[in-house]
């Protein structure tokens, strides 16, 4: 009678266990968007689509698509994260963190956005307050650096993630006060709320991420807009 009372304890707990970590399994494959889920686009929703004016590397493609190709070309390659300071400044293809994602978007349309960055350190030291000596092999690699750049150079744009209309493919978003930045895909959830392309180390790159994060600022670049001594063309 010990025995068998012992046997279905033993049983009890280990389902108990098995039911734990099959919910935090659970929990941690969603949280991760590991589980399949529908994805939408813009159209489901009726919303147009924004297509740049410009082409700038003059590849057939407009702007804010080029951005959003080579967004997520960098999420494909699933870059391991790691944000060394490199000489050179540009790290290679295999590792990176969330802002190599915009530069590597920026290249993809033809910018040099090191060099955007730097001229711009230039030319307002002052606005740059997290830049105590100008280093070209990094600054362009941190956040609060490419918040000021696109505060001034970009079209900046609503912040609540429910007027989905608002937000569109290639736009850069940056989280949590400048702790993390992204840029817009052109999937979107089941409540019209886009995706974002990003690297924090997750194991999905491209993912239902806008409603996780707090939103700091939301921006386009429209380089019809943007100065021309601003703009630089990419060179291998």
């Keep these: 009678m010990k025995s068998n009372k012992k046997r ?3 049983l009890i707990v280990a389902a108990a266990v098995v039911l734990i970590l099959l919910i935090v399994g659970l929990w941690t494959a969603d949280y991760y968007n590991l589980l399949p889920k529908k994805i939408y686009t813009a ?3 009726g919303i147009d689509t924004l297509r740049s004016g410009v082409d700038f590397n003059g590849n057939g493609t407009d ?8 967004a997520r070309k960098d999420a494909e390659n699933h870059p391991k994260y790691d944000g060394s300071y490199l000489d050179g400044g540009f790290p290679p293809d295999n590792i990176g963190v969330c802002t190599d994602v915009i530069w590597r978007a920026f290249k993809n349309a033809g910018y040099n956005l090191r060099e ?5 350190i230039a030319a307002r030291p002052e606005a740059y307050t997290a830049v105590e000596r100008p280093d070209k092999n990094i600054d362009f690699r941190r956040v609060k650096n490419l918040h000021v750049f696109f505060e001034e150079h970009a079209v900046s744009l609503t912040t609540d993630i429910n007027e989905i209309g608002e937000w569109q493919p290639g736009d850069i ?6 702790r993390h930045i992204g840029m817009i895909s052109d999937k979107r ?5 886009p995706y974002v392309i990003h690297n924090g180390g997750q194991p ?3 993912e239902d991420y806008l409603r996780r994060a707090s939103v700091t600022a939301h921006y386009r670049f429209d380089a019809s807009l943007a100065d021309d001594e601003i703009k630089t063309e990419w060179k291998e």
């Design 173 to 178: 978003v940056i989280f949590d006060d400048d």
């Design 116 to 120: 955007m960055v730097d001229r711009d």
């Design 189 to 193: 959830n089941k409540d019209g709320q």
């Design 204 to 206: 999905r790159r491209e």
């Design 43 to 45: 159209k489901d929703f």
């Design 8 to 10: 279905n304890t033993i």
């Design 63 to 70: 702007d804010y698509t080029d951005f959003l190709l080579g």
